[in-house]
DNA sequence: CTGCAACGTTGCAGTCACTGCAACTTCCCG
DNA sequence: CGGGAAGTTGCAGTGACTGCAACGTTGCAG
């Protein structure tokens, strides 16, 4: 795409790396089985070089790469203005997990880990936390809300946010077929007031 | 109230010697600048009995003790069964928070950290989530839903502590006074379905 | 009253995440 | 081609957290 140097290019290979080694031996091993120094030799670097890219271990295993965060806000940026904030997120999130197969195992597959794995439940919220204040800002643009003074940009996110990870979590048990319905299912629940189901 | 014997009274008195001098010492120099030693020699204690009660130093420094959260849990098991949980939570964080001033400053006072430290804020979310994770098996009884199974009871809760977390981050700005509106602000958020705010 | 078992506290040694700093190398740009 | 910017590395250090083995108290049963 936007090709800005070899020394960018060679950036984003290394970040990727070690975000690939992390991944693959958290799952291989278990996260608290594989230490720093693991991964910067899977991935063929220096153990310094791990804390220049990711804050935390756990964030070099579950972190989404800013390239992918920076695609969700602009597809939420993207959508018509008229559109009310949890449709917009919705269709973004629904969007973007099942375009590919690919996609989905992305997500699924750390949906796996952290259900494996509670120790990632916190690292997981983290994440997620980081996405949030990013989409807030957008969702203050399309509102027109001042994020400090209402509650409403945050909290519309927090709920969309939370609805997302929560029926990953069941596709990451009921399998990939099924993701797509329940992000739509949790979406609706957040739609409906949190109506009780009458089952 | 239920004395069970003079051990577990000592025991309680070290968790919240702990707790307390944790608390006080990060707002004073800040989180970051207080060590585990310290809190230790402040609270009278071996540094390793802090980690024989709080499982981290941020634990320490922002946990909620077993007691007011079991208070929380059996306050929301007590309201009427015909409630919806999504009100039942609502009232009974509302209620809390705003009973005394000490209880108001005791939730104020964390939130205001927090809002200073950003570090501190993803110990917040796990503190929460601790509560959260409480909070749905509560709800999964009350509506008779399997919280596997359904999106519904983890989704409820999470969106109720989401609006009690920013309302007391606003409350924090705000003042005390303005505590109640805010929760009650957030929670009609979510009951009307996150329609957007005609201002 | 007395021993015995359960429990909380402590010290110790060790591992490992994470940080600041000072080279060193490589790429970019004038 | 020269100089500055940026990414990588090694090093030394701090501090969170853990397992383990005493140790002293408390609770309880005989």
């Given at each position: 795409m936007t090709d800005l140097g070899l020394r960018e290019r060679k950036k984003h290979e290394t970040r990727a790396a070690i975000a690939r080694a992390a991944l693959d031996l958290a799952v291989a091993h278990g996260p608290s089985a594989v230490t720093v120094d693991d991964i910067a030799a899977a991935a063929g670097v220096s153990p310094r070089t791990v804390f220049n890219h990711f804050g935390t271990k756990d964030e070099a295993i579950l972190g989404i790469s800013p390239e992918r965060r920076a695609e969700l806000l602009d597809a939420v940026r993207d959508?018509?203005?008229?559109?009310?904030p949890l449709r917009a997120i919705g269709a973004v999130f629904t969007e973007a997990m099942t375009a590919s197969d690919d996609a989905a195992a992305f997500w699924l597959r750390r949906a796996q880990l952290v259900a494996a794995h509670p120790d990632l439940r916190v690292a997981q919220l983290a994440s997620q936390d980081q996405l949030q204040q990013e989409l807030v800002t957008v969702v203050a643009e399309r509102t027109g809300l001042d994020p400090d003074a209402h509650p409403y940009p945050e909290l519309v996110v927090s709920a969309a946010l939370a609805a997302v990870r929560i029926a990953l979590a069941r596709a990451a048990h009921a399998?990939?077929?099924r993701l797509r319905r329940a992000i739509e299912d949790a979406l609706a629940v957040l739609a409906d007031g949190f109506a009780p189901p009458t089952t």
């Open positions: 959508r018509p203005a008229a559109e009310p399998g990939p077929a």
